[in-house]
């Protein structure tokens, strides 16, 4: 009984200490900052930017973001990606957790080889729980809403080869000119299509890597 009252005054610690730094921490700083941070864990010539960052309930916006050349192949963009760290979710994952909820976003061009390149598509709203680690970036419960719509979570590396340590993604493409070129992006992604024709994003870890 002792343990749980301590375990439970702490966690009442934990959260009034959230609270506190979500009134007075200098958010648009901290947006700054991580964004430089970001930036840097980048594997060339991928790179971020954005027009601004501001304040918002718990965290930060930013404001038309771009995230270029990732993995080499495509440019990302949103129009605002609004992050709110998670103190408590971050001390139960021992690891920097943080809830991010973005609009108006989409991918570019897509280059698959230096002479096949497959037309952007918009992947609208949606909203993910991210979280770092030493593997890489796991994104929890991913959503988004456009002609690319998508759910599930993976595990992105951005500097490894590949890129995608794990994901289990369920995709609805509701553009028939990309349906028609997913075939040809199976050779960038771990890309599978069943018997009705819908398709997933999946790979698996395995005790020796991934496969």
């Not at 698959?112 to 390149?117: L, Q, S």
């Not at 794990?166 to 990309?178: G, H, L, T």
Request: charged share 20%; glycine share 10%; proline share 6%.
């Amino acid at each position: 009984m002792k343990a749980i009252k301590f375990f439970l005054k702490g966690l009442l610690f934990v959260i009034g200490v959230g609270v506190a730094a979500g009134i007075f921490m200098p958010w648009k700083q901290v947006g700054e900052g991580v964004l430089l941070l970001a930036g840097g864990r980048l594997k060339a010539p991928a790179s971020i930017v954005y027009s601004s960052v501001g304040s918002a309930p718990g965290g930060f916006v930013v404001e038309d973001l771009d995230v270029r050349s990732l993995m080499g192949r495509v440019d990302v963009s949103f129009r605002t990606a609004t992050i709110a760290p998670d103190i408590v979710a971050s001390l139960m994952n021992m690891a920097p957790t943080c809830r991010i909820a973005f609009t108006g976003s989409a991918l570019g061009e897509i280059a698959v080889t230096p002479r096949k390149k497959i037309p952007g598509i918009t992947l609208g709203n949606g909203r993910a729980v991210v979280s770092f680690n030493r593997q890489g970036v796991l994104l929890e419960n991913l959503r988004t809403d456009g002609d690319l719509s998508t759910s599930g979570s993976l595990l992105v590396a951005p500097s490894a080869d590949p890129p995608i340590r794990w994901a289990d993604v369920a995709i609805d493409v509701r553009s028939e000119s990309f349906e028609k070129e997913m075939p040809s992006l199976q050779m960038l992604l771990p890309l599978q299509q069943d018997a009705s024709g819908r398709w997933f994003l999946r790979r698996t870890l395995t005790q020796g890597g991934t496969s």
